[in-house]
């Protein structure tokens, strides 16, 4: 039970360096009068690229074209501040508390939550980052932060048209 208490201090931790960072960079970048690029901040393309995306999956379409990130992606990384609101909260009022605060309700959301997180990170997360035949047995780019040129080609088109324009 420590090293779970551990990990959900340290993973809070995180989550405020997490934001403190970008809300810094924002600030900065906004009082130095700079360009402010949110590009995880989801908007109506990714509707629309989801509903392209399936089409070309299920060989009536083609590819939608993605900026940096695609809906997938983005779903992916907000998804984790979900879970973290979900498993945190009721973790918290636990550890505070105990476990029978609410009626057992804070205990039911951590675990039922814990148990979706498991087996998103395996179904969905795994399969499009490491798993998938295009990236198989292994992804660099989590280690790297680098894509090939090819890969920026076939994943990310508008990326990389914007990277092009910018060095011109």
Do not use: C
Not at 44 to 69: C, H, I, N, T, W
Not at 127 to 146: D, S
């Amino acid at each position: 039970m420590n090293l779970h208490l551990l990990a959900a201090f340290f993973l809070g931790i995180l989550v405020v360096y997490h934001f403190t960072y970008y809300a810094v960079s924002y600030v900065g970048k906004r009082l130095a009068r700079q360009p402010v690029h949110l590009e995880m901040i989801p908007s109506r393309r990714e509707v629309s690229d989801f509903f392209a995306d399936l089409k070309f999956m299920l060989g009536s379409g083609s590819r939608p074209k993605f900026a940096k990130y695609s809906y997938a992606q983005k779903f992916d990384y907000w998804s984790v501040y979900w879970g973290i609101a979900i498993l945190g909260v009721p973790g918290m009022i636990m550890w505070a508390y105990g476990y029978s605060t609410l009626g057992g309700l804070p205990f039911i959301f951590h675990t039922k939550e814990a148990i979706l997180a498991i087996f998103w990170i395996w179904m969905f997360h795994f399969y499009h980052t490491h798993l998938n035949p295009t990236k198989f047995p292994v992804n660099w780019t989590f280690l790297t932060g680098r894509l090939t040129e090819k890969e920026m080609l076939e994943e990310h088109p508008l990326e990389l048209d914007r990277i092009r324009a910018e060095s011109d």
